[in-house]
């Protein structure tokens, strides 16, 4: 099974173990089963056009969320709740205010289980049912009218070693921010892989994309020779039912997440409704030149500048993240270098005709027989001593979430932002998450906010709290919407 990235464009060596899920029961016909209060969540779309409000301000902190939805969260409570719990594994310091810190709470670490308890409890608290599974995702259903498989929302409470507050943090507590709002109304209704050597590990076991034995076996990558099962054990989230949709199963998935990218943000845009997950590739390209006389570096380097090119050419992005040269010495003419291709793109197909491309032009390249973009020109070409070598490391064909579920949130954006769409954008995710996973086996779909500057899996990670609160509320009217739909029997 081929290692997920997850959340990164960067290869990272080690991800997420598991998460949690709220999930919220599907209902009866609407009429029947959901209060006067919370009608327009399901409401037909005329109706809830007639109580939107344009919203003004596209910026940043700009007042742009919705007074008319009858159901709404509550911004404070939802960013209060947030740093409060992130007291647990508090990382390194990048502001001056209290909240200004990023986040270290690896997977099954102490500040993890403290942070698994206070989830256990609050929701609890909310009514709901509470399920920890063998791989230790923590499911917490609140029962509904009807029985079979609830509607979830779900993200993960772990996070990178030097991470920050929002992270797959944000979309666990708008889940439970989802989950007071529907209990203070008497709603009816009927994911970070840090430690051990796996992406998205228990979303990968419940969706039996990995084995739960193989999983048990991953050793901490801290050096402190603990394995995942010892760790669960330890912390008490070892849980007795069966890690597997089978036992588990979901009615669908949304996932409310950080952009973890430059795009919203640079367009003003509030939401991001996300269509799916990249396809990409990864290889380790080897040049061989000569010691002193065939400049490997030089050659690596013409070959990275020319795979940007092509990318740009393809709308697919082609990226180096790790070179070696030797011998390495200031003095010396490298005459060996392996670097690493990531190619990425919506579609597999566009992967695959930029990798066609690149392998004839790094050949054509080495050769010398051929100059291409003029990366030649004015400089030495050397005797052509030159062979390069491909390695593919890892191949993930692209996803493609559910139209239903995109339906839902697209809707759900636009009750909350406005009917102009000027706030919401479709995105294609460059990152893998637990949803990837999920999708193999229930309808899914993700939910984009913008984090300031694109940046994650850094202390400085940061997404305004307005924001969040747009998320928050978007991601909680989706999952009504396809809850309403459920009910209906227009959706599975
Ligand atoms: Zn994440």
């Known amino acids: 099974m081929?290692?997920?990235?997850k959340c990164s464009r960067a290869w990272r060596p080690f991800l997420q173990s598991s998460r949690c899920w709220t999930g919220v029961r599907a209902t009866r016909p609407i009429s029947l089963s959901v209060p006067a209060s919370a009608a327009a969540a399901s409401a037909p779309r005329h109706l809830a056009a007639s109580r939107r409000a344009i919203s003004s301000g596209?910026?940043?902190?700009?007042?742009?969320?919705q007074d008319k939805l009858p159901l709404k969260v509550k911004p404070e409570r939802l960013m209060e709740t947030l740093h409060e719990t992130c007291a647990w594994g508090t990382g390194k310091r990048w502001g001056k205010a209290d909240t200004e810190t990023g986040m270290s709470r690896l997977t099954l670490s102490d500040a993890d289980k403290e942070a698994r308890d206070w989830f256990v409890e609050t929701v609890g608290g909310l009514g709901c049912r509470v399920t920890v599974d063998a791989i230790g995702n923590v499911f917490a259903v609140r029962p509904g009218?009807?029985?079979?498989?609830?509607?979830?929302?779900?993200?993960?409470l772990d996070t990178q070693p030097t991470g920050g507050r929002y992270d797959g943090i944000l979309g666990i507590m708008a889940g439970v921010e989802m989950l007071r709002v529907l209990h203070e109304n008497n709603v009816e209704t009927d994911e970070e892989g840090a430690r051990f050597p796996y992406s998205m590990m228990g979303s990968g076991v419940w969706a039996e994309a990995l084995s739960l034995e193989k999983a048990y076996d991953l050793r901490s990558v801290t050096g402190d020779n603990a394995t995942l099962k010892s760790e669960l054990e330890r912390i008490g989230y070892r849980g007795q039912v069966p890690a597997s949709y089978r036992s588990m199963p979901m009615g669908a998935h949304f996932e409310l997440h950080i952009e973890q990218g430059p795009i919203l943000e640079a367009e003003k845009r509030k939401i991001g409704v996300v269509q799916g997950v990249q396809a990409y590739k990864w290889f380790t390209i080897e040049v061989e030149g000569r010691v002193n006389r065939s400049d490997a570096?030089?050659?690596a380097s013409k070959l990275i500048v020319h795979g940007s090119r092509v990318a740009t050419k393809h709308s697919a992005l082609v990226s180096t993240g790790i070179l070696t040269l030797s011998p390495g010495s200031t003095n010396t003419i490298p005459g060996n270098v392996r670097f690493s291709l990531d190619i990425r793109a919506p579609r597999n197909e566009t992967v695959e005709e930029v990798e066609a491309r690149l392998r004839q032009d790094f050949a054509a390249l080495a050769s010398g027989t051929e100059d291409i973009g003029g990366l030649h020109e004015g400089g030495t070409v050397g005797k052509s001593e030159f062979s390069v070598s491909w390695r593919?490391?890892?191949a993930t064909t692209a996803t493609v979430f559910h139209e239903d579920c995109i339906r839902c949130v697209r809707e759900a954006a636009e009750d909350v932002l406005g009917a102009d769409g000027r706030l919401v954008r479709d995105v294609v995710s460059g990152a893998g998450h637990d949803s990837v996973y999920a999708s193999r086996v229930c309808p899914t779909t993700m939910i984009f906010v913008p984090c300031r500057d694109g940046v994650s899996h850094n202390p400085a990670e940061y997404t305004a709290p307005e924001d969040c609160a747009v998320g928050a509320e978007v991601l909680m009217h989706s999952v009504l919407k396809y809850d309403g739909l459920r009910g209906k029997g227009l959706v599975g």
Not at 2 to 5: G, I, M, R
Not at 58 to 65: P, Q
């Open 392 to 394: 593919t490391d890892s």
């Open 2 to 5: 081929t290692p997920l990235l």
């Open 145 to 156: 009218r009807s029985d079979g498989p609830a509607t979830f929302a779900g993200s993960h």
């Open 58 to 65: 596209a910026g940043h902190g700009g007042g742009v969320r």
């Open 297 to 299: 570096l030089l050659l």
